[in-house]
């Protein structure tokens, strides 16, 4: 075989084995095929220091098959991005919800992210038949849901919202990072790296920082 038909070759195996990849992320979704549309559900930024959490909740068409999904954390910036296109493409409906650091301060940040995801699932344009929660049960919808540890990892549908939630806030927190520039949250999007908190005890905090998760640092 010449060069050119080896690396043809070793394109298409690996082709074929992302293709099986994707297919084993759907095993949850084809086990109930009773279920007509089936929602995923994840959040992210329950940790920062900073700006809201978010959630996402997003049908996809059953026989979608999206290449390299992944759990947003394990993917690169220029690769959420891309599947972010994709999603928001081949979706059947997606909803986008946060709350803020205020809520996030009022009622805590598990109540504020579960208050959210119920926000994103209510407000689909589509009601779903099921939904699919990345570890957690969400109170308050009359839905069958089935909570999946390290679900954005093991369904296509929470990767799907995993991707869509991580993508808002990281866009959202470089915006904010043009309002207070000090505090680096273009890079960090919020999370407590060095310069973050070097940053709040030389400055203090800034509108969007979460009082009750900066204590130890101002």
């Known amino acids: 075989m010449t060069k050119k038909e080896i690396a043809e070759q ?11 990849r994707v297919e084993a992320l759907c095993e949850f979704e084809k086990a109930h095929p009773e279920a007509e549309y089936i929602c995923g559900v994840d959040e ?9 959490v978010t959630t996402a909740a997003v049908i996809l068409p059953k026989d979608a098959r999206i290449l ?18 994709i999603i928001m493409e081949e979706a059947i ?6 709350n803020s650091w205020e809520r996030i301060d009022e009622i805590n940040i598990l109540q504020a992210t579960l208050e959210s995801m119920r926000e994103s699932v209510n407000t689909l344009d ?15 919808i009359d839905i069958p849901q089935i ?51 070097e940053a709040l005890k030389e400055f203090g905090p800034c509108p969007i920082h979460r009082r009750t998760f900066i204590t130890h640092f101002v």
């Open 44 to 52: 992210v930024g329950r940790g920062p220091l900073a700006g809201p």
């Open 126 to 140: 589509v009601r779903p038949d099921l939904v699919f929660v990345d570890a957690v049960t969400i109170p308050g």
């Open 68 to 85: 390299y999904i992944n759990d947003s954390k394990k993917l690169s910036e220029k690769r959420r991005e891309e599947l972010y296109d």
């Open 10 to 20: 070793k394109r298409r195996e690996k082709l074929e084995k992302e293709k099986a």
């Open 147 to 197: 909570p999946i540890i390290k679900g954005d990892a093991k369904s296509q549908s929470i990767a799907a919202a995993s991707i869509i939630a991580k993508v808002t806030r990281d866009r959202m927190m470089k915006e904010y990072d043009r309002l207070y520039p000090a505090y680096d949250f273009a890079s960090n999007k919020g999370y407590g790296t060095k310069k973050h908190i």
């Open 93 to 98: 409906a997606v909803s986008v919800k946060l």
